[in-house]
């Protein structure tokens, strides 16, 4: 705990300077792993602070400095260090190990001799691609990435030049995708990533990293459907409302290298895919529509989709073409993968919520993980944050119907009534408990149904709704604090990537002539937490390089406080 305070603090109130060192090595002696510098006290005041206590006694004596932090400033902490940990950098050195002439990943061991090559297509890969190539040296003989448009210059403008592929790099980057999705730039990549694979032999070693947006990154229509035909029935979909699985489900049928077609065209090399996944629960066959994982296609299934969201009959001829000859089961022959493909899920959303857990500990809190699959309409994950709170918060335990409430919203926010009744046992023993502050963490990607023309994003959405939940409660002056964020630095086409709310934000609305409901009408979220109070509620932390979806922090104030009233 103390490794990351600034700054310790005495019961009585008294704040000391920073400590100097720690020295996990040194686990023997309490006195030679804390040296301390503190101001205002003689070294014999220290040694008498010190040496004769136990460590418990000592972390309970010392509040670290983290508690002088608001829980606004807490909450962004929490962010940044779940962020820090999908690095694209730092989930390939967590997963790939180096050892002389030969690579270990997620328990096996693979030969180099300068047979490595390299695909990848996402958001996140140049800094997989970079940090591969800097693990592997000559091992790697070429390699081509597909990523999107502008990220080498936008990566150089924010200083992570850290991130891209060094100057002679045997990697061949390849941008394209504007507005995420898929054009000609991004059709040529997919070009070339499916002639490398294509000339691989049993010899060889191919690392494909994928990330979110691949799918956008590696278009290859199936002939003879055309890329813009491609395009316009997964823009309809999209726009009809159609999830990713059922998107990624329907772009796999009509794909040449999604669905397992890249692997295939790598056979008989050994195929290594690193992904870092933005898909709740992980499907490896649906993240940037599975191009190393052989999927069977139903064309079936494709036609009841295209059906729910009433697009049958403006499928174009090529598509049907393309279904029908499927049906008619005259696809490649199959063939065995097994063996020859080892798909790795590096990062995900769960990564994220650990490190936050553990950086929440840090921080002084009891953390508390609700679930990394949190989805359904912002409404339905509002309401449901706003009725925890009341388990966390409420003078007394909250009535039976609340309890049944929150289980009956378990299926709209894709969380499990183990996991609901879980959390809420634990938020109401704290509370009943009186003990100190609670951090709940979730993440997912919920979704709004858009019926304005303003300017935000499911995480200042969510927010704001939250910050409408909580008008009607009475709840403490010090919390709670909520925060919503996307991992990857942008929520819908914002310059923020979520908000913080508290109990205040309503009265802070009405003081400065701002309507909540009518920014909610609009989904206008941004503007609103731009003018609210300057934007000191926006959570602008740039772009991130990587995306596990979101992150949900919901700080409560200690329990102690709550029952004093
Ligand atoms: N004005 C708005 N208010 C609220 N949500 C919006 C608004 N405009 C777009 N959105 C939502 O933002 C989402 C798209 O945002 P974003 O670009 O962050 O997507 P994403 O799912 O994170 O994409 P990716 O995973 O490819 O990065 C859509 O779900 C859309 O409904
Ligand atoms: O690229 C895609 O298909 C989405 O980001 C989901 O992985």
Redesign the pocket.
């Known amino acids: 705990m103390f490794r990351q305070c600034k700054q310790i603090q005495t019961a009585s109130g008294q704040t000391f300077a920073p400590l100097l060192s720690w020295n996990s090595n040194h686990t023997d002696d309490l006195h030679r792993r804390f040296l301390l510098r503190l101001s205002g006290l003689s070294m014999a005041r220290v040694l008498s602070l010190f040496r004769p206590q136990p460590v418990l006694a000592l972390v309970s004596r010392y509040k670290p400095a983290s508690c002088q932090m608001s829980m606004d400033s807490r909450a962004r902490d929490v962010f940044t260090a779940a962020v820090e940990a999908v690095q694209p950098d730092a989930v390939v050195r967590q997963s790939v190990e180096r050892k002389d002439d030969s690579v270990l990943i997620s328990g096996r061991k693979f030969t180099l001799k300068h047979n490595l090559h390299l695909v990848g297509f996402g958001?996140a890969v140049l800094g997989m691609a970079a940090e591969v190539e800097r693990m592997m040296g000559d091992h790697l003989v070429d390699g081509v990435i597909s990523v999107p448009h502008g990220i080498q210059q936008t990566l150089r403008q924010h200083g992570k030049s850290h991130l891209l592929p060094k100057e002679n790099s045997k990697i061949q980057v390849m941008e394209g995708a504007k507005h995420?999705l898929p054009d000609e730039d991004a059709l040529r990549a997919a070009e070339q990533i499916k002639q490398l694979a294509k000339g691989l032999t049993e010899k060889d070693l191919l690392l494909v990293l994928i990330s979110?947006?691949g799918s956008?990154l590696l278009p290859a229509p199936l002939p003879p459907i055309l890329l813009q035909e491609k395009l316009d029935v997964t823009r309809r979909l999209a726009a009809a409302g159609a999830t990713?699985q059922e998107l990624n489900t329907v772009r796999r049928a009509l794909s040449v290298l999604k669905g397992g077609g890249l692997a295939k065209y790598a056979h008989p090399a050994q195929v290594v895919a690193l992904i870092l996944s933005?898909v709740i629960g992980d499907p490896l066959d649906l993240i940037a529509s599975g191009p190393t994982v052989t999927s069977e296609v139903w064309p079936e299934e494709i036609l009841s989709i295209l059906e729910r969201y009433k697009l049958l009959s403006c499928i174009p001829a090529s598509v049907k073409d393309v279904l029908q000859k499927q049906s008619r089961k005259e696809k490649a022959e199959e063939w065995d993968a097994s063996g020859h493909v080892l798909n790795v899920v590096i990062g995900s959303n769960s990564t994220a919520l650990e490190r936050a857990r553990l950086r929440a500990r840090d921080l002084g809190f009891h953390p508390v993980v609700l679930s990394p699959g949190v989805c359904g309409d912002?409404r339905a994950v509002s309401r449901l944050y706003g009725l925890l709170t009341r388990f966390a918060c409420s003078p007394e335990e909250p009535p039976a119907e609340v309890a049944a409430e929150v289980l009956r919203l378990g299926p709209d926010v894709g969380v499990q009534s183990w996991d609901l009744c879980r959390t809420m046992q634990e938020l109401g023993e704290r509370r009943a408990g009186g003990s100190g502050t609670t951090c709940l963490l979730a993440g997912g990607?919920p979704?709004?149904?858009?019926t304005?023309?303003?300017?935000?994003?499911?995480n200042?959405?969510l927010a704001l709704r939250l910050g409408l939940e909580w008008r009607g409660l009475a709840l403490p002056p010090n919390g709670p604090v909520f925060l919503s964020g996307?991992t990857?630095g942008?929520?819908?086409?914002?310059e923020a990537a979520g908000a913080i709310t508290d109990a205040g934000l309503c009265a802070e609305a009405q003081a400065q002539g701002l309507d909540i409901h009518q920014f909610l009408t609009n989904?206008?979220?941004?503007t609103f937490f731009s003018r609210l109070s300057s934007g000191k509620r926006l959570l602008v932390p740039g772009l991130t390089c990587t995306?596990v979806?979101?992150v949900h922090v919901l700080l409560f104030p200690s329990a102690s406080n709550i029952n004093k009233g």
């Open positions: 958001k995420n979110g947006g956008a990713i933005d912002v990607e979704t709004v149904e858009l304005g023309k303003g300017r935000g994003g499911r200042q959405e996307g990857d942008q929520d819908g086409p914002t989904n206008d979220s941004y995306n979806m979101d």
